[in-house]
């Protein structure tokens, strides 16, 4: 009977098969092999045969992949995932990935996800997570030759996690790495918090965390935090990284702009403050949608300073909505926040979340009309 995990040993490749992209490994009697390859329009599935290798109608040209090589004997099967760089030249660069853990608390958990790169992201979810969610980003970051280093909270906003945590547990995995920090909102918060602890490189899109005091008193509806909970010391209290912190956020985001005003400005020097007008608390969304996010990201993670395109998205045609409700100027709002309805890419969460605020607006307009 083959060991199955024998076959972490062996060689794993992706050519060009007349143009388009071939998998390929190694051949052993006994085994049957599948192969799934994911690409930037979804994924490509072969089952089992006794073919050590099949070549999928993908174009083999410049792209990140994911390829998934799984071996099967009797009922017994493994799986092994690849992550595949073609650049323009045609070179491929494969990535194996290893994940394992760090450390798990109650309060928190710390994955490595290693494809064996020198630059290594530090991620951190949203509010209202727990430790058994996917990380934010991962895929993508896995995809494009990252490490990923995963803090995971348990519905705490990071409490349990101490700055002196990430030093003692993070620090030792990442210390000859390039290092990123990288979420948002409460993740982008987080990515600012600990950064001094790994002196790394920051991405925080729309930072804040709705437990610290200073928002727990100025909340205009009761908040669920209490200020006596608030475990985490001051920016000013840490270390602080000596490399830049770059920040994506929308100054018309009271809530944000009062974060950053109150709390951040005064406590780092290296900041690069990036506004986008009207995208929201979603900004990352907004990037995303306007196909910046991942040429951002490109470009910091190699030393240059990101190109910004302020173009508009379905996003800011709903914060301009939202202004104007504001305002009062509710037939403008409804114009505004149906040209963003119209966007028929949206997913459907969004879709009905700008449904709602709709609905608000039209019952305004009638009800100043009576």
């Given amino acids: 009977m083959i060991n199955l995990d024998d076959t972490k040993e062996f060689k794993r490749k992706v050519i060009n098969s007349n143009g388009f992209i071939s998998l390929e490994t190694e051949f052993e009697e006994g085994l049957e092999y599948a192969f799934y390859l994911t690409h930037s329009k979804g994924t490509e599935k072969k089952g089992y045969t006794n073919q050590a290798s099949t070549c999928f109608a993908i174009p083999f040209?410049?792209?990140?992949?994911?390829?998934?090589?799984?071996?099967?004997t009797g009922k017994?099967?493994?799986?092994?995932?690849?992550?595949?760089?073609?650049?323009?030249?045609?070179?491929?660069?494969l990535s194996e990935?290893?994940?394992?853990?760090?450390?798990?608390?109650?309060?928190?958990?710390?994955?490595?996800?290693?494809?064996?790169?020198?630059?290594t992201f530090i991620v951190f979810n949203g509010a209202g997570t727990l430790k058994t969610e996917t990380p934010f980003a991962l895929n993508y970051l896995n995809k494009n030759g990252f490490n990923v280093v995963a803090c995971l909270q348990n519905d705490n906003q990071y409490q349990e996690l101490s700055f002196e945590d990430v030093e003692h547990y993070v620090l030792p995995v990442v210390r000859d790495h390039e290092?990123?920090?990288?979420?948002?909102?409460?993740?982008?918060?987080?990515?600012?918090?600990?950064?001094?602890?790994?002196?790394?490189?920051?991405?925080?899109?729309?930072?804040?965390?709705?437990?610290?005091?200073?928002?727990?008193?100025?909340?205009?509806?009761?908040?669920?935090?209490?200020?006596?909970d608030f475990k985490h010391l001051g920016f000013d209290q840490n270390k602080k990284t000596d490399k830049n912190i770059y920040i994506f956020y929308d100054p018309y985001v009271k809530e944000d702009s009062y974060f950053i005003d109150r709390l951040i400005k005064k406590s780092f020097e290296n900041l690069n403050l990036i506004n986008f007008d009207y995208a929201g608390h979603e900004v990352l969304y907004h990037l995303n949608h306007t196909k910046q996010l991942s040429?951002?990201?490109?470009?910091?993670?190699?030393?240059?300073?990101?190109?910004?395109?302020?173009?508009?998205?379905?996003?800011?045609?709903?914060?301009?909505?939202?202004?104007?409700?504001?305002?009062?100027?509710?037939?403008?709002?409804?114009?505004?926040?149906?040209?963003?309805?119209?966007?028929?890419?949206?997913?459907?969460?969004?879709?009905?979340?700008?449904?709602?605020?709709?609905?608000?607006?039209?019952?305004?307009?009638?009800?100043?009309?009576?």
């Fill in 179 to 228: 290092v990123f920090l990288y979420g948002s909102s409460l993740g982008g918060y987080c990515a600012i918090y600990y950064a001094g602890a790994v002196n790394g490189t920051v991405i925080a899109s729309a930072p804040r965390n709705s437990a610290h005091p200073i928002l727990v008193e100025t909340s205009e509806t009761q908040s669920k935090f209490s200020k006596t």
């Fill in 61 to 72: 040209k410049e792209g990140s992949f994911k390829a998934i090589f799984y071996y099967k």
């Fill in 295 to 370: 040429k951002i990201i490109k470009s910091i993670s190699t030393g240059s300073i990101p190109y910004i395109d302020k173009i508009e998205s379905s996003y800011t045609h709903m914060g301009r909505a939202r202004q104007a409700y504001a305002l009062k100027d509710y037939k403008r709002a409804i114009s505004l926040s149906e040209t963003a309805l119209a966007d028929k890419s949206l997913k459907p969460v969004t879709r009905e979340k700008f449904l709602r605020f709709n609905k608000t607006v039209l019952a305004a307009l009638h009800k100043s009309l009576i």
């Fill in 97 to 119: 990935l290893v994940v394992s853990n760090i450390v798990e608390k109650n309060g928190y958990k710390i994955d490595l996800y290693d494809v064996g790169a020198s630059k």
């Fill in 76 to 93: 017994n099967k493994i799986a092994h995932k690849v992550y595949v760089n073609i650049d323009s030249s045609g070179a491929v660069e």
